[in-house]
Structure formats: C-alpha cells, structure tokens
C-alpha cells in the first residue's frame, strides 16, 4: 500500500550512525575490533556514573521526575545560570527536534554551515522549512560573514556547531561577538557544544556568556562526549527562560529516563573522570596527528577529540580497507568531503592499531 507522506518528509536523509562494533564481528568474523568513528569516550563511561545506575534501576518502577530537579540544579550551579535556563534532553539531538517542533512553520528558513552535522538540515525539513546551506572558508572555519550574508526576514534559526563536527575547527569569543551583532532580534542562534569539554585554546566561544544577549542564543551540550555516556542517551540546553517556556511546551513529558538522570548527575560530579578523559584524549590527538603527517597526510586543527584526515583518494575506500583490518572510522564522504575520514582519539594501543593499518593500506 502506498503511504503518502508530505514531501518534506521524503527530503529527510535518515540519519548514518557509526557502524557499532558488533556489526563487525557479525559481518567480518573480526573479534576484538577497533571502534574510532563515534567521537566516543575510549576510557568507558565513569564508574561513579556506573554505580549511580546500578542504583537507581532498583526505582525504575517509578516515572522518572519530569524536573529533573537534581540533575538540573547540579548544571545551574556549575554553569552559573537559573534552573528555569536548562531544558534535558533526550541526547541534544532531542533538544534540536525540540526546536524544530516549537520555532520552526514551513517556508522558514534555517541557516546551516555546510559539511556539519545532519542532524541540523533534518530539524528544519521535519518542519517544512528550508535548509539554507552556507560555504566554509578556505581552511574550513566557519565563515560567520557568509552566514549574516545568508540571513533573510524569512531566516528562524542558524545552527553553529562549536567546535565544529567534522572539521575541529571553532569559533572565537570575539567573532561571535561581532557576528551577534549582525544577527536581527527574531533568529534563534543555535550554539552546538557536544565537544566543547575537549577544547583547550582560551578565545574558543563558549555560548552560554550570551544568554543575555540581544539575539536569543541557545547552547546545546552532551553526556555523549566527554562524559562518556552516549548508550544512556542524555544532554541539555542552555537558553533564556523565554525560550525554555517554549521549548517545555514541546518536550515529550519524562523526556530523560531514570537512569540517564541519575548517571549524568553522578558523571557530571566526577571531575577526576573528565580530567583523565581530557588527558587521554590530548594524548591521543598528539599522536595520531603526528604519526598522520609523518605518513603524508594533512590533517586539519582540531580543539574536538577527532581529527578530520585528508587520505588523498576515496575516504569510502579507504574506510572500507580499514573495516576488513577491525578498524572502524568514518568516511566524511556523507558531510561532503570524500576524500577525508574522521577518526577519534581512542587508547594508545586503539591508535597504534589504526595507524598501522592506515599505513598498510596507503
Ligand atoms: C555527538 C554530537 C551531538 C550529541 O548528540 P547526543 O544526542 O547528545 O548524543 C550533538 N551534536 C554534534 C555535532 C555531535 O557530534
């Protein structure tokens, strides 16, 4: 029977997931393989957050607290801002479909730096607006002009991924600042943070500085990342009360299951466990990127805890030559750039694993 779905439904590309690991082992008969294509925490998730759910599963007959009451006020205090400024999502991906529903009509327009995060151009064809993409620079920064040159009266929301998903490249304190300028009052400014624990240069924009600002400025975070909690499925975002007011009017009631609540409490807590993970991470970055110039390649800064690699021939092929030797990275021929992969920085011996196989293949 044929289902006659809206038009700008049949426009979404469904989202492509890192490929899990046991897909592999399915596949290939490949039994301990190497997994750098998620940006995940190589360190497993904190064993605090661990025992927190252990736990709280003796509750799960009970709803969850739709407030998120502890969890919340945990994020306020350490961020320095109001309850009523947190909404939890359901992963931030959540908190992008929040926005969708509650600002977005068709005929919108949303602003999005090309080769970001797909997610973004699915949140405004889900709505039936209008994805309006917007060139890097040159060395793949975003190019903040080319976005205010975007902007329309029809223009609703802009999506700034920060550092950015999949170049590592960021924005600075004071680019922001001029580009806020430019911004007129109505745009929602969507600052996406999911790496924002990783970066270590002081000028990197952190957006929730300008909650006040004239322009309403929303800054999505994660456990996903950092944390290194992305099976539970949590994150927040940060916002003016105004705009939480609207986006708790969408929210799907108990939107953040128990467990996801009471792990991010006890993950957001253990700041000996984001230490270690910061420090794993750096460690990592250090190596891959030299052992990746040494072999020829370019590699592009990064202030994430991936690299984006220029392989100088298909990314799909090489992504699949890596495949067959265990190892799992993503091609970037799906953001655009089909000629690079994205690896993230795993342990010593993840990365030792995938440059050996890198060298093998090339
Ligand atoms: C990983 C990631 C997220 C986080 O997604 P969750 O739903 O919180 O797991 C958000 N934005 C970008 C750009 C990401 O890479």
């Known amino acids: 029977m044929k289902i006659n779905a809206p038009d700008h439904i049949l426009s979404i590309k ?8 046991e897909a592999l082992t399915r596949e290939y008969g490949i039994e301990n393989p190497v997994k750098l294509a998620s940006n995940e925490n190589p360190l497993g998730p904190s064993p605090k957050a661990v025992a927190a759910i252990g736990m709280a599963a003796r509750n799960l007959n009970r709803y969850p607290d739709d407030q998120g009451y502890e ?5 306020a205090k350490r961020l320095h801002v109001e309850r009523a400024n947190v909404i939890l999502g359901n992963g931030s991906d959540d908190l992008i479909g929040m926005l969708s529903l509650a600002l977005l009509q068709p005929g919108d327009e949303v602003v999005i730096p090309e080769h970001s995060f797909s997610l973004y151009e699915t949140a405004a064809y889900s709505a039936g607006a209008d994805p309006i993409f917007t060139p890097l620079s040159g060395d ?16 609703r929301l802009i999506f700034l991924c920060t550092p950015h998903n999949p170049t590592g ?3 600075t304190k004071s680019a922001f600042e001029a580009f806020i300028s430019k911004v007129p009052p109505q745009v929602v400014l969507v600052v996406d943070e999911a790496y924002i624990e990783f970066a270590t240069d002081a000028n990197c924009l952190q957006g929730i500085a300008f909650i006040n600002a004239p322009c309403t400025v929303i800054t999505l975070r994660t456990f996903s990342k950092a944390y290194g909690l992305a099976g539970l499925r949590i994150g927040y975002g940060v916002m ?16 953040t299951n128990l467990l996801a609540q009471a792990g991010a409490l006890a993950a957001l807590k253990d700041d000996a466990f984001l230490e270690e993970t910061r420090a794993t991470v750096h460690r990592g970055l250090a190596y891959l990127s030299k052992a990746l110039i040494r072999i020829g390649l370019t590699v592009y800064p990064t202030q994430a805890n991936f690299i984006l690699v220029d392989v100088g021939q298909s990314a799909d092929t090489v992504f699949n030559c890596l495949l067959k030797q265990g190892v799992i ?11 690079c992969i994205r690896v993230n920085a795993g342990l010593s011996e993840e990365n030792e694993r995938f440059i050996e196989a890198l060298t093998g293949i090339l």
């Open 329 to 339: 990275v993503r091609s970037m021929a799906s953001y655009g750039f089909n000629r």
């Open 169 to 171: 490249a960021y924005i």
């Open 140 to 155: 793949l920064t975003i190019d903040l002009d080319a976005v205010v040159q975007a902007i329309t009266r029809r223009t």
């Open 14 to 21: 469904p989202y492509i997931p890192g490929k899990p690991m």
């Open 240 to 255: 003016p009360e105004n705009l939480a007011d609207l986006l708790n009017r969408v929210r799907q009631p108990f939107n």
């Open 71 to 75: 969890l919340i006020g945990e994020l």
